[in-house]
C-alpha cells in the first residue's frame, strides 16, 4: 500500500483530529457561568496548537484551566453585613463571647447565604443552601467571631482547596475536574 493511501487511511483512526471551536465555547461558557469571580487565562490553546490528537489537546487545555481554579489566589473577604433590622436578641453576645458554635448556627449560616446571593464566596458558583459550606475571615480560634462578616460561603470545590493538603489529590477530587472532561471528546 503506497504511504500516502495509508496516512490517509490510517492517520485518522489514530489521531482524532476536528475542530476544536465547539470544545473552546462549551469550556469558556460552562466557566463564566460557573466560576464568574475567576478570570481564566486561556493562552494555553495557543500553547497546545501544535498537538495533532484533539483529545491530547483538549485534556491539556482542560487541566490547565483546573490548575488555574485550584491556585487562584483568593483573598478571604465576605460583603457587607446584615442589617440591624434582621438581627435578634442574643446576637451580638453569641457572636463574640463564646468560642463554640451559638445554637443559632444554621440561621446565620442562612443569612450569610442569602447575603452572598447564594454565591460562593471564592469563586462565584450558585449553591444551594443544603450544599454550602463555611469558612471565616479571621480564624475563631484568632479571634474571629460568629457575626456575619466574618462568615464565609463556599460550594463543595472552593472548601476541598482551601483545606487542601496534597493538591494533586484534591484536583483530582474536584467536581470541576469531572465536569470538564465530560467536554473532551471520547
Not at 87 to 107: A, H, I, R, V
Not at 109 to 138: M, P
Not at 169 to 177: E, K, V
Request: charged share 30%; aromatic share 12%; proline share 3%.
Amino acid at each position: 500500500m503506497p504511504l500516502f493511501i495509508y496516512r490517509k487511511k490510517v492517520f485518522p483512526f489514530v489521531y482524532k483530529t476536528g475542530s476544536l471551536e465547539i470544545f473552546i465555547k462549551d469550556l469558556k461558557i460552562h466557566m463564566n457561568d460557573n466560576h464568574p469571580k475567576i478570570n481564566f487565562d486561556y493562552s494555553i490553546i495557543q500553547k497546545t496548537k501544535d498537538e495533532k490528537d484533539i483529545r491530547i489537546r483538549e485534556t491539556l487545555i482542560v487541566e490547565d484551566i483546573i490548575n488555574q481554579f485550584y491556585y487562584f489566589e483568593y483573598q478571604k473577604n465576605t460583603q457587607n453585613g446584615i442589617s440591624r433590622d434582621k438581627l435578634w436578641k442574643g446576637y451580638e453576645e453569641k457572636s463574640f463571647s463564646n468560642p463554640k458554635t451559638p445554637n443559632d448556627w444554621q440561621e446565620r449560616r442562612e443569612l450569610a447565604w442569602q447575603r452572598d446571593k447564594n454565591k460562593c464566596n471564592r469563586c462565584g458558583t450558585k449553591i444551594k443552601l443544603e450544599d454550602v459550606f463555611t469558612t471565616f475571615a479571621k480564624d475563631i480560634s484568632k479571634g474571629g467571631g460568629y457575626n456575619f462578616e466574618n462568615i464565609i460561603i463556599l460550594c463543595s470545590d472552593c472548601n476541598k482547596i482551601l483545606n487542601a493538603k496534597n493538591p494533586k489529590n484534591t484536583i483530582a477530587s474536584l467536581n470541576l475536574n469531572d465536569d470538564l472532561m465530560k467536554l473532551v471528546r471520547g
